[in-house]
């Protein structure tokens, strides 16, 4: 009897034991989780994910700007091992809504986008920021996140885009077209640049290099300074915009310097360090079989002697494939880790001599377009009629060199109705509008 | 290099012992310890490394430790001739893993060392889950002629979304052996068995089995740029509240006994539902994410199962068993969240074919263009039905026969080697002159190419088989006694092979094989695979 006492206790003990277990709330062992930081982050996660916004910037570019610059006549792209950038992109028959040329930047742009809805909410919901460092990472993020919705939108154009991605399971609709969507991108834009206003005299974190400047007092990495830069991008909205009057006023509180220093600016930045990545627009000198090439209007076309030729260079051997011939290597980006930029003064120039040109100020859009054609092109000063359509061409043309192999191009042929424009190469050519939509932001029924 | 200690020990208590009737309490526990040592080491002169890796030495180390416990107490009386056992318990599973790989590409000439080499890089992942479930069962036998059974399982893991939320899977069954009963009295029916049961069981979201990623969880992903360390969102959006999948299966079923269980015949009918299906489905780019996992779907399975085995002849000089089943499956995804997807490894898009996972659909149904390009379906991977037959004969005392028949009819597959082929001018009927004068091979890839697309190589891949064959002799006993004594008890010589015979009109090699292995949606899309090997084996067996 005394034994059976014995084992019942025993068994109560075990079952007890066993039963009261709670499994505990566990958490991601293998990588941070976005669950994770989007409460109670410290301000090392918020940076990460600062950090992490930048990476995102700068990754998916290959293609963007293959696309912008192949469509756009600025260059040839051959590979060896895909045939539609000599083909799909340069317009011989339909485009294909599942291609990599498609979806690859396009996914990437939006993963920025979600990192930055992340970090959005993550610094409202920790305890551990002053309402000043709250405002600095709402308009860095809002910043990013409205430049990539911009980047987005450049090869959606009037497919419209989604500007409410925050909720996957939710998406917001598309905009109706691309007049709509810059719209609410400038809003962005704004909302960026009012908690941007409101960050106090520096930030909580760290940009990348690609945000400071010679002039330690002129780097983008403090609030004032970043302001500037937020002003630049608006003002190359509302030009998209065509709201030339508040584009003058953006650019004129931006960083633009009507002095020189043509290369100020905002850069993605590139690195070999593991986990890094390289600029992929860099291909080396008579590289055969996969590189990039100037297109060759753009070496006919242009004024001889024109130092911004120098950005293409002479090949030993002329490449051919497809019925397309080059002769000059694309040279914009000389090195594996030249940084692309995100905007810069030349532009910025250029912007405002838009601007006055449509808003009828004729001899001071001169002005900067010979400060332009002298001290960069080494050419000579503007010699036509101050008037409208004669100095719209020259400010296209001077975008086209300026601004060659920076993505420009075909957007500035299409915001002025002149795709028709540009150099059809073959019989069966075309000039592509926009991508198609994505294959995934359709389903697959009709696919 | 392996390393393994598997530990398992038991203790039961008896608690009341009397004439009709125990308690007793089981306790089990155990720990397996598994390591896994791996060296890989690619010199840096092989051809395949030059100018690449330049040469790559990898280490390994995997470890594995799993621990359970459980505790039952089993109860059990007799009550007017009523067999009751009861059983309440619980049981807990710990596992707990963790890979890590390190590797170095460029090494130092004839150098196998971590030390001598660039580019290193790790692999590292670790995960850590535990299961605890409770489980309580009422069996109760009447005299073998009918037995109940009913039980309840209440079990929750970390690997859900709310690990201590508990889910409850019943499960019922009831059989009677008619034949048991005292009324019955047909002499050549001597078993006669009604089953029916019904069983709900619980499927928790696996992890990743290569990443150990976890389906609840939403990962940043490391990157950097400008020498800083950031976190970037993850390709697939986890689901915090994922919940196991659920599968009940209702199964009703009888077996004969004829003749004193000479001949045997078994029938099931199946209707098996998998409600909160995990899925991996597409998400639209704009969301941040490509993919989506959590539970999506309802998948039905209805079935049917005959198995008919027969000693067909049971002489002393011949016995030739026979065993004959047939089955068939239906499958239908009653419920999808997400639009209509076709998932991984289901093929290369819809202008070759590919299988679709869609709402009111097969799970397996091919789809494609054809015609006007637009979408539709084109077949169906699984099968009509399926039959085996397996055959063994003994004859002459020591001479064994066997060999085993498959019969699947019906179902398709994507047959891309013939487009492959006919791309390369090689299909076997590629010059075949046809009604309009043109080449068969040439006609087709005009068809291809005017939108007939992936209809012209979804092709029927109905077969039978010959799986297994085989003819053992055994050496007599008393010739092996009269010449080993007792040194060598058994001796036994044969020949056999596998997939020696193909009946198909199927136009590749083996309309078996596919190229993103088999099981779930993934069978039946063929690119130039390597077909079934047929093999012969010769056979000498000695039993010392």
Same mark, same amino acid.
């Given at each position: 009897?005394?034994?059976?006492?014995?084992?019942?206790i025993?068994?109560?003990?075990?079952?007890?034991?066993l039963?009261?277990?709670?499994?505990?709330?566990?958490?991601?062992?293998?990588?941070?989780?976005?669950?994770?930081?989007?409460?109670n982050?410290?301000?090392?996660?918020?940076?990460?994910?600062?950090?992490?916004?930048?990476?995102?910037?700068?990754?998916?570019?290959?293609?963007?700007?293959?696309? +912008?610059?192949?469509v756009?006549?600025?260059?040839?792209?051959?590979?060896?091992?895909?045939?539609?950038?000599?083909?799909?992109?340069?317009?011989t028959?339909?485009?294909?809504?599942?291609a990599?040329?498609?979806?690859?930047?396009?996914? $990437?742009r939006? +993963?920025?986008?979600?990192?930055a809805? &992340?970090?959005?909410?993550?610094? $409202?919901?920790?305890?551990?920021?002053?309402?000043?460092?709250?405002e600095?990472y709402?308009?860095?993020?809002n910043?990013?996140?409205?430049?990539?919705?911009?980047?987005?939108?450049?090869?959606?154009?009037?497919n419209?885009?989604?500007i409410?991605?925050?909720?996957?399971?939710?998406?917001?609709?598309f905009?109706?077209?691309?007049?709509?969507a810059?719209?609410?991108?400038?809003?962005?834009?704004?909302?960026?640049?009012?908690?941007?206003?409101?960050?106090g005299?520096?930030?909580?974190?760290?940009?990348?290099?690609g945000?400071?400047?010679?002039?330690?007092?002129?780097?983008?990495?403090?609030? +004032?300074?970043?302001?500037?830069?937020?002003?630049?991008?608006?003002?190359?909205?509302?030009?998209?915009?065509?709201?030339?009057?508040?584009?003058?006023?953006?650019?004129?509180?931006?960083?633009?310097?009507?002095?020189?220093?043509?290369?100020?600016?905002?850069?993605?930045?590139?690195?070999?360090?593991?986990?890094?990545?390289?600029?992929?627009?860099f291909?080396? $000198?008579?590289?055969?079989?996969?590189?990039?090439?100037?297109?060759?209007?753009?070496?006919t076309?242009?004024?001889?002697?024109?130092?911004?030729l120098?950005?293409?260079? =002479?090949?030993?051997?002329?490449?051919?494939?497809a019925?397309?011939?080059a002769?000059?290597?694309a040279f914009?980006?000389?090195?594996?880790?030249?940084?692309?930029?995100?905007?810069?003064n030349e532009?910025?120039?250029?912007?405002?001599?838009?601007?006055?040109?449509?808003t009828?100020?004729?001899?001071?859009a001169?002005?900067?377009?010979?400060? &332009?054609?002298?001290?960069?092109?080494?050419?000579?000063?503007?010699?036509?009629?101050?008037a409208s359509?004669?100095?719209?061409?020259?400010?296209?043309f001077?975008?086209?060199?300026?601004l060659?192999?920076?993505?420009?191009?075909w957007?500035d042929?299409?915001?002025y109705?002149?795709?028709?424009?540009?150099?059809?190469?073959?019989p069966?050519?075309?000039v592509?509008?926009?991508?198609?939509?994505?294959?995934?932001?359709?389903?697959?029924?009709?696919? | 290099?392996?390393?393994r200690?598997?530990?398992?020990?038991?203790?039961?208590?008896?608690?009341?012992?009397?004439?009709?009737?125990?308690?007793?309490?089981k306790?089990?526990?155990?720990?397996?310890?598994?390591?896994?040592?791996?060296?890989?080491?690619?010199?840096?002169?092989?051809?395949?490394?030059?100018?690449?890796?330049?040469?790559?030495?990898?280490?390994?180390?995997?470890?594995?430790?799993?621990?359970?416990?459980?505790?039952?107490?089993?109860?059990?009386?007799?009550?007017?001739?009523?067999?009751?056992?009861?059983?309440?318990?619980?049981?807990?599973?710990?596992?707990?893993?963790e890979?890590?790989t390190?590797?170095?590409?460029?090494?130092?000439?004839?150098?196998?060392?971590?030390?001598?080499?660039?580019?290193?890089?790790?692999?590292?992942?670790?995960?850590d889950?535990?299961?605890?479930?409770y489980?309580?069962?009422?069996?109760?036998?009447? $005299?073998?002629?009918i037995?109940?059974?009913?039980?309840?399982?209440?079990?929750?893991?970390s690997?859900?979304?709310?690990?201590?939320?508990?889910?409850?899977?019943?499960?019922?069954?009831?059989?009677?052996?008619?034949?048991?009963?005292?009324?019955?009295?047909?002499?050549?029916?001597?078993?006669?068995?009604?089953r029916?049961?019904?069983?709900?069981?619980g499927?928790?979201?696996?992890?990743?089995?290569?990443?150990? +990623?976890?389906?609840?969880?939403? =990962?940043?992903?490391?990157?950097?740029?400008?020498?800083?360390?950031?976190?970037?969102?993850g390709? &697939?959006?986890?689901?915090?509240?994922?919940?196991?999948?659920?599968?009940?299966?209702?199964e009703?079923?009888?077996?004969?006994?004829?003749l004193?269980?000479?001949?045997?015949?078994?029938?099931?009918?199946?209707?098996?539902?998998?409600?909160?299906?995990?899925?991996?489905?597409?998400?639209?780019?704009?969301?941040?994410?490509?993919?989506?996992?959590?539970?999506?779907?309802?998948?039905?399975?209805?079935?049917?199962?005959?198995?008919?085995?027969?000693?067909v002849?049971?002489?002393?000089?011949?016995?030739?068993?026979t065993?004959?089943?047939?089955?068939?499956n239906?499958?239908?995804?009653?419920?999808?969240?997400?639009?209509?997807?076709?998932?991984?490894?289901?093929?290369?898009?819809?202008?070759?074919?590919?299988?679709?996972l869609?709402?009111?659909?097969?799970?397996?149904?091919?789809?494609?263009t054809?015609?006007?390009?637009?979408?539709?379906?084109?077949?169906n991977?699984?099968p009509?039905?399926e039959?085996?037959?397996?055959?063994?004969?003994?004859?002459?005392?020591?001479?064994?026969?066997?060999?085993?028949?498959?019969?699947?009819?019906?179902?398709?597959?994507?047959?891309?080697?013939?487009?492959?082929?006919d791309?390369?001018?090689?299909?076997?009927?590629?010059?075949?002159?046809?009604?309009?004068?043109?080449?068969?091979?040439?006609?087709?890839?005009?068809?291809?190419?005017?939108?007939?697309?992936?209809?012209?190589?979804?092709?029927?891949?109905?077969?039978?088989?010959?799986?297994? =064959?085989s003819?053992?002799?055994?050496?007599?006993?008393t010739?092996l006694t009269?010449?080993f004594?007792?040194a060598?008890?058994?001796?036994?010589?044969?020949v056999?092979?596998?997939?020696?015979?193909?009946?198909s009109?199927?136009?590749?090699?083996?309309?078996e094989?596919?190229?993103?292995?088999?099981?779930?949606?993934?069978?039946?899309?063929?690119?130039?695979p390597?077909?079934?090997?047929?093999?012969?084996?010769?056979?000498?067996?000695?039993?010392?």
């Amino acid at each position: 009897m005394k034994n059976t006492k014995t084992y019942f206790i025993l068994t109560i003990t075990v079952l007890l034991s066993l039963f009261s277990c709670e499994i505990e709330e566990t958490v991601d062992p293998n990588q941070p989780s976005a669950d994770g930081v989007l409460k109670n982050a410290t301000i090392g996660q918020l940076n990460e994910l600062v950090t992490g916004i930048l990476a995102s910037t700068s990754s998916g570019l290959g293609v963007y700007y293959e696309v +912008a610059g192949v469509v756009g006549r600025d260059v040839y792209r051959f590979d060896t091992a895909d045939p539609r950038y000599v083909g799909d992109l340069m317009g011989t028959g339909n485009l294909d809504n599942s291609a990599f040329y498609t979806n690859t930047s396009y996914a $990437q742009r939006y +993963a920025t986008i979600k990192t930055a809805n &992340i970090l959005i909410e993550a610094c $409202q919901n920790t305890p551990v920021l002053t309402a000043e460092q709250v405002e600095g990472y709402l308009g860095f993020a809002n910043t990013l996140k409205a430049f990539e919705l911009l980047n987005v939108l450049n090869q959606q154009y009037d497919n419209g885009i989604r500007i409410e991605v925050a909720d996957p399971l939710n998406l917001g609709p598309f905009t109706a077209n691309a007049a709509e969507a810059l719209a609410q991108i400038a809003t962005i834009f704004s909302e960026a640049a009012v908690h941007n206003a409101a960050a106090g005299n520096s930030f909580a974190f760290d940009l990348t290099s690609g945000f400071e400047t010679e002039a330690d007092a002129d780097s983008f990495t403090i609030p +004032a300074n970043f302001g500037k830069f937020i002003k630049a991008l608006q003002a190359r909205v509302e030009l998209y915009r065509g709201n030339f009057a508040q584009a003058l006023t953006f650019v004129n509180q931006s960083f633009i310097d009507e002095s020189g220093n043509f290369n100020l600016g905002v850069y993605r930045v590139f690195a070999n360090a593991s986990g890094d990545r390289v600029n992929p627009l860099f291909f080396p $000198q008579n590289t055969n079989g996969t590189t990039r090439l100037a297109h060759p209007t753009w070496l006919t076309d242009a004024i001889p002697g024109d130092l911004r030729l120098s950005k293409a260079t =002479i090949r030993n051997e002329v490449a051919e494939t497809a019925d397309l011939v080059a002769t000059h290597d694309a040279f914009r980006y000389t090195s594996n880790t030249s940084p692309i930029a995100i905007i810069r003064n030349e532009e910025l120039l250029l912007i405002k001599a838009e601007a006055l040109i449509q808003t009828n100020q004729f001899a001071d859009a001169k002005t900067i377009i010979d400060l &332009i054609r002298v001290d960069v092109g080494g050419i000579g000063v503007y010699t036509g009629p101050l008037a409208s359509p004669e100095m719209i061409d020259e400010l296209l043309f001077q975008r086209r060199y300026s601004l060659w192999d920076e993505g420009h191009r075909w957007i500035d042929m299409r915001r002025y109705n002149r795709l028709d424009e540009l150099t059809i190469d073959r019989p069966g050519d075309s000039v592509i509008p926009q991508l198609p939509r994505p294959f995934n932001e359709i389903g697959v029924q009709g696919g | 290099m392996t390393n393994r200690f598997v530990i398992g020990s038991g203790a039961n208590f008896n608690l009341i012992r009397k004439s009709n009737s125990f308690l007793k309490l089981k306790l089990t526990g155990g720990i397996d310890y598994y390591n896994n040592e791996s060296t890989l080491y690619f010199p840096e002169y092989l051809q395949f490394t030059v100018g690449r890796q330049d040469g790559l030495y990898s280490r390994g180390n995997n470890v594995t430790f799993n621990t359970n416990a459980s505790a039952f107490l089993i109860y059990n009386t007799s009550f007017n001739q009523i067999d009751l056992t009861s059983s309440v318990g619980v049981n807990r599973l710990d596992q707990s893993r963790e890979l890590l790989t390190t590797q170095v590409q460029q090494l130092v000439s004839g150098q196998a060392n971590l030390q001598q080499g660039g580019a290193l890089s790790v692999f590292n992942r670790k995960l850590d889950t535990q299961d605890i479930g409770y489980a309580a069962q009422q069996e109760a036998n009447w $005299q073998d002629k009918i037995i109940g059974t009913a039980s309840i399982r209440l079990d929750k893991s970390s690997l859900n979304g709310d690990p201590n939320k508990l889910f409850a899977y019943p499960k019922f069954s009831l059989a009677a052996n008619l034949a048991n009963f005292e009324f019955w009295n047909v002499e050549s029916i001597n078993q006669l068995k009604l089953r029916a049961a019904y069983g709900e069981a619980g499927g928790v979201p696996n992890p990743n089995p290569v990443t150990l +990623a976890q389906s609840k969880f939403t =990962i940043l992903g490391a990157t950097n740029t400008g020498g800083n360390t950031g976190s970037v969102i993850g390709a &697939i959006q986890g689901d915090p509240n994922i919940q196991p999948e659920r599968s009940k299966e209702l199964e009703l079923g009888f077996d004969i006994g004829l003749l004193n269980s000479r001949i045997n015949l078994e029938a099931t009918y199946y209707n098996k539902t998998v409600e909160d299906l995990i899925l991996q489905a597409s998400l639209p780019p704009s969301s941040g994410f490509t993919n989506l996992v959590t539970n999506l779907g309802e998948l039905k399975n209805t079935g049917v199962e005959l198995a008919l085995n027969a000693n067909v002849v049971n002489t002393d000089k011949v016995k030739w068993s026979t065993n004959l089943n047939w089955w068939k499956n239906v499958s239908e995804l009653t419920r999808l969240d997400v639009p209509a997807f076709n998932p991984a490894g289901g093929g290369f898009g819809t202008g070759l074919g590919t299988v679709r996972l869609e709402q009111g659909k097969s799970l397996t149904q091919i789809v494609g263009t054809k015609g006007s390009a637009t979408v539709q379906e084109l077949g169906n991977t699984a099968p009509d039905w399926e039959m085996s037959w397996n055959n063994s004969v003994t004859f002459l005392k020591n001479f064994s026969f066997s060999m085993l028949w498959h019969w699947k009819k019906g179902g398709e597959n994507i047959n891309l080697t013939g487009l492959l082929t006919d791309f390369g001018g090689s299909s076997y009927n590629y010059d075949q002159i046809i009604s309009t004068g043109e080449r068969l091979g040439d006609a087709r890839i005009a068809a291809f190419f005017s939108g007939q697309n992936a209809a012209l190589y979804v092709e029927n891949s109905e077969y039978i088989k010959l799986r297994e =064959i085989s003819l053992y002799y055994s050496v007599p006993k008393t010739v092996l006694t009269s010449m080993f004594k007792d040194a060598i008890q058994r001796v036994r010589i044969g020949v056999s092979g596998n997939n020696l015979l193909l009946f198909s009109d199927y136009s590749s090699y083996d309309p078996e094989v596919s190229n993103f292995g088999s099981g779930g949606v993934l069978g039946g899309v063929e690119v130039t695979p390597f077909p079934n090997s047929k093999r012969m084996f010769f056979h000498i067996e000695v039993g010392f």
